[in-house]
């Protein structure tokens, strides 16, 4: 725990003047919070040699209190702003590793995971950085002063004021035992119960459909009541420690009252002295009351802290700087193999080539590597061996910006953002005319719907809703006007009615032309033409070819187009029937 806070006063580094300026204001807030007790022990003294003239020491506790409110406000002010502005930059540096980390390695975490790292975890540092910091150095300076000062009155009843606070923080200390687990559980706990509430509302048609709400209910309350379980947890194995610490540390009055009234006694100590002990031994333990709320919540801090700390130090994207030049747009799979997992190789010592300009189709069963081995030529994912060439250039050496430049991706689920239509399709080329828009919109079918709608409707969010048929188009015409020679689609087909499909299939014919095109197709129909199909099974490569040489080997594909078949023409005797 000292080492992570070390790296968050680290941290700070950026914002160092303010919160220097934060911390003196802080310790000087607490000296003048001193000033009204001195001011009531030298009233006292006053009043006991009869002196009624204390109007000065009315007027410098009054000060004091002034003066304590207006450093507490500028100490509190700064380091406010300071903190805001450092986790600004915290949350900026997470969006930025996140894209440089590869796809694979964000896939692996679920958006539970996401949302309690950018939102909680960052947002757990706030109370260490803008409260602890300031009021924890202020809280450690202000003892240590005042304890000089009553070592200089009186050494005895210093000692007396002073002798419970390290019996008091080593009782507090035994909080930490088992701490490092109880915080694991506790953050677990905490992004299973993200995971499942953001789970329940973008899955919530599925589970109203299913009539599976009260299930799905049930899973949201135990994650819920396993994060207060956790919770509870914690302070349940801190409150002894806690309740032990708080009664130690203001019981120092107990041990003061009978040595200061033995002092006053035997003539040792003057009555207004004695008095002024008193006194300080309450302002001696707020501050120190404040350093013990700061142990009880460390724990929860450093642990929020090293998961961010974790995420950003995970390896980043091997990316190389300086373009490089593509023979041609060609893609080539040589002895490539790849698994998400140590458990299942997904794709096995699969190579062949995709030829500039030419259609090659992958198809084969559900689950046998197609969108696997799209993503790997986009390199959303590094193989784990053999290479995978563009242009006979290793894709590990083609900057990813320039990778991306040739790849235009339509992708299985259409992403739409909240924002203007224009602006969606615009993201194919950020500097498009209106009119370039409308052009490419007309290739993608999509021309009906911005005349209907119009380019500056918000769609997506809770605004305009679209259709499946609708965003496909919109993905397409993004892709036409983006205008990279290489295409890949990865089902773009595959959630559209009979009137959609010819539409989109229009739009893919348009997007396609004279490209090099990587595509994944359930509907056999419509990759006859394909200048090669690859046959996969099982992340093998079983046959490849066109469609009429492979119906000629009367192998898997055969197969696979004579099922293809009959489940059409079954479709066409359903609807007969009906
Ligand atoms: N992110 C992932 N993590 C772990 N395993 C994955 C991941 N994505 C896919 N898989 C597994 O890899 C295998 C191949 O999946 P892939 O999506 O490439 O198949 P596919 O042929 O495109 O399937 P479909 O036609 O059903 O879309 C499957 O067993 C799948 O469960």
């Not at 489940?567 to 066409?572: Q, R, T």
Request: charged letters at 20%; proline letters at 2%.
């Amino acid at each position: 725990m000292i080492n992570s806070i070390k790296e968050l006063i680290n941290i700070c580094s950026g914002e160092k003047r303010k919160y220097y300026l934060s911390v003196i204001c802080g310790f000087l807030s607490v000296i003048f919070s001193i000033v009204p007790y001195y001011c009531t022990y030298k009233i006292i003294t006053e009043f006991l040699a009869s002196n009624y003239q204390v109007g000065t020491y009315i007027f410098i506790a009054v000060l004091g209190i002034i003066m304590r409110f207006v450093c507490f406000s500028i100490s509190s002010y700064t380091s406010h702003k300071a903190t805001a502005d450092l986790l600004y930059n915290l949350r900026l540096d997470v969006l930025g590793k996140l894209e440089k980390l590869s796809l694979g390695v964000v896939m692996q975490n679920n958006s539970g995971y996401y949302k309690k790292l950018i939102v909680e975890d960052i947002e757990s540092l706030e109370k260490f950085l803008a409260h602890h910091i300031p009021e924890v150095s202020s809280s450690l300076g202000v003892p240590i002063v005042v304890a000089i000062l009553l070592f200089i009155l009186d050494w005895r009843m210093a000692l007396a004021t002073v002798i419970l606070i390290p019996i008091a923080y080593k009782i507090l200390s035994g909080m930490m035992q088992g701490s490092e687990e109880k915080m694991e559980n506790y953050s677990t706990s905490l992004m299973n119960m993200n995971f499942s509430l953001i789970e329940y509302i973008q899955g919530m048609m599925v589970i109203k459909s299913f009539n599976k709400t009260d299930a799905a209910i049930n899973k949201i309350d135990s994650s819920v009541d396993s994060f207060k379980f956790h919770v509870l947890d914690w302070y349940r194995s801190c409150w002894k420690y806690m309740s032990g610490f708080a009664i130690l540390i203001k019981a120092n009055l107990l041990i003061l009252l009978p040595v200061g009234g033995l002092l006053y006694l035997y003539g040792e100590a003057d009555l207004s002295k004695v008095i002024f002990f008193f006194l300080m031994s309450f302002s001696f333990s707020v501050p120190l009351v404040k350093l013990g709320e700061f142990t009880d919540t460390m724990p929860m801090i450093s642990q929020a802290y090293s998961q961010i700390k974790e995420f950003l130090s995970q390896e980043e994207f091997n990316d190389s700087k300086a373009n490089v030049k593509l023979k041609n747009k060609s893609i080539e799979f040589r002895n490539v193999s790849y698994s998400y997992t140590d458990e299942k190789q997904v794709i096995k010592d699969i190579s062949f080539v995709a030829n500039e300009g030419k259609l090659t189709a992958l198809v084969g069963e559900s689950g046998c590597g197609k969108s696997t081995i799209a993503k790997l030529a986009a390199r959303f994912f590094d193989v784990n061996s053999g290479e995978i060439l563009i242009g006979g250039i290793n894709i590990k050496n083609i900057p990813f910006q320039q990778l991306m430049d040739n790849i235009s991706f339509v992708f299985q689920d259409t992403i739409i953002f909240h924002d203007t239509l224009r602006n969606n399709i615009k993201m194919g080329r950020p500097d498009a005319s209106d009119k370039e828009i409308m052009r490419v919109a007309k290739l993608a079918s999509c021309t009906e719907l911005i005349e209907e709608k119009g380019l500056d409707t918000i769609i997506g969010g809770t605004d305009v809703k679209l259709s499946g048929g609708e965003k496909q188009r919109i993905a397409i015409a993004r892709a036409i006007l983006k205008d990279a020679p290489i295409i890949i689609l990865d089902e773009a087909t595959a959630s559209s009615d009979a009137e959609n499909q010819m539409e989109i299939q229009k739009a893919i014919s348009n997007l396609a032309k004279n490209k090099t095109v990587l595509v994944i197709a359930h509907r056999l129909s419509t990759i006859e033409n394909a200048d090669k199909i690859i046959v996969l099974s099982n992340g093998h490569i079983k046959e490849q070819g066109t469609h009429s040489k492979l119906l000629l080997e009367n192998g898997l594909y055969e197969n696979m187009y004579t099922k293809y078949q009959e489940s059409l023409s079954f479709k066409i005797r359903s609807k007969e029937v009906s």
